[in-house]
């Protein structure tokens, strides 16, 4: 690996719920164009191989620290 390649840090489903504190069903429904509760700026998920699926731990970051700012500007 070159000394300046980027290293990205994976984290499944599980450690993502802990993370952001959303349940299975409310993160799913964040990626759901379908859903009323659609955000799409929320992090979509990499395939990981065979039916697993894992989230860029800094895109989810990115994505936190977003929410935390549209909180504050909205006080």
Known sequence: MAAN???YSIIR???LEAKIGLSR???YDRLNPNSPRHDPTFPT???LGAGAVGWVES???AWIESRIAA???AA
Do not use: D, F, G, L
Request: aromatic share 0%; charged share 30%; glycine share 0%.
């Open 5 to 7: 390649a980027p290293r």
């Open 25 to 27: 069903t409310a993160i």
């Open 59 to 61: 895109e989810v970051n």
């Open 71 to 73: 909180s504050r500007q």
């Open 13 to 15: 489903r599980k450690q």
């Open 45 to 47: 998920p990499i395939s």
